[in-house]
């Protein structure tokens, strides 16, 4: 079964800092995706960012990328110039179907 | 284009009864998938369905059931409710396997 694992159940950043969460998971397979989903309070979960493990190159959005280790299981994301509406719960995801616990960032003014 | 509806939004419920929950795709998604959302479980995924096949199934008891109709809306239903299965109840919708998920707002269910 695939696992998907955030060490980190809390993060805090300053506002126009960097911050990266960190998710690793475990997987026999060799073709997958993998995902990183945001949900702010109260709000409904939408995607920040998809990575297709067969390509090398990390994806990027905007502030948003990855860095993807595909021989470490190892898929974290970078937020750059944080801003206060990246307040939210972050969560890593396997497949679709496998996500993380979740990383509960807060952004500081 | 309309976003994923979930109803109802909230309900309370007794321990040993059944509810139903429903959820309508976003127009053109065929797939949709159904995750519990608690704060000591994280997200578990239920189960997905695809032009009416449960194409996926997370390890939840047979007291979890869901299915899909031919206009791609869900159900899924829960019998023999039990105080654990207290939960926000997710469902999003997407084209296929590995495509962007939508997810709609939930239903938070209450089991007293």
């Known amino acids: 079964a695939q696992t998907v694992t955030q060490s980190q159940p809390e993060m805090s950043v300053q506002e126009a800092e960097t911050v990266t969460l960190s998710c690793t998971y475990d997987?026999?397979?060799?073709?997958?995706?993998l995902f990183w989903y945001k949900q702010p309070p109260s709000r409904q979960m939408i995607l920040v960012i998809r990575?297709?493990?067969?390509?090398?190159q990390n994806a990027t959005e905007n502030r948003f990328s990855v860095n993807f280790q595909k021989a470490a299981k190892s898929f974290s994301l970078k937020i750059s110039d944080s801003q206060l509406g990246d307040t939210a719960m972050y969560f890593c995801?396997?497949?679709?179907?496998?996500f993380g616990a979740g990383t509960r960032l807060t952004v500081k003014p | 284009k309309a976003g994923v509806t979930q109803t109802p939004r909230y309900l309370i419920k007794t321990r040993g009864q059944q509810v139903t929950l429903s959820c309508s795709p976003i127009?053109?998604?065929?797939?949709v998938s159904w995750y519990q959302q608690t704060p000591g479980q994280g997200l578990q995924f239920l189960f997905e369905?695809?032009?009416?096949?449960?194409?996926n199934k997370g390890n939840f008891p047979g007291r979890f059931s869901g299915r899909q109709f031919s206009n791609s809306r869900s159900e899924m239903n829960v019998s023999t409710l039990e105080l654990g299965d207290s939960a926000l109840y997710l469902c999003?919708?997407?084209?296929?396997?590995?495509?962007?998920?939508?997810f709609g707002p939930g239903t938070r269910l209450t089991v007293t």
């Open positions: 990575q297709e493990a067969y390509k090398q």
């Open positions: 127009s053109g998604h065929r797939s």
């Open positions: 997987t026999s397979e060799n073709n997958y995706y």
């Open positions: 995801a396997f497949n679709d179907m496998r």
């Open positions: 999003a919708s997407s084209k296929g396997s590995n495509y962007e998920q939508y």
């Open positions: 369905y695809f032009s009416e096949t449960q194409r």
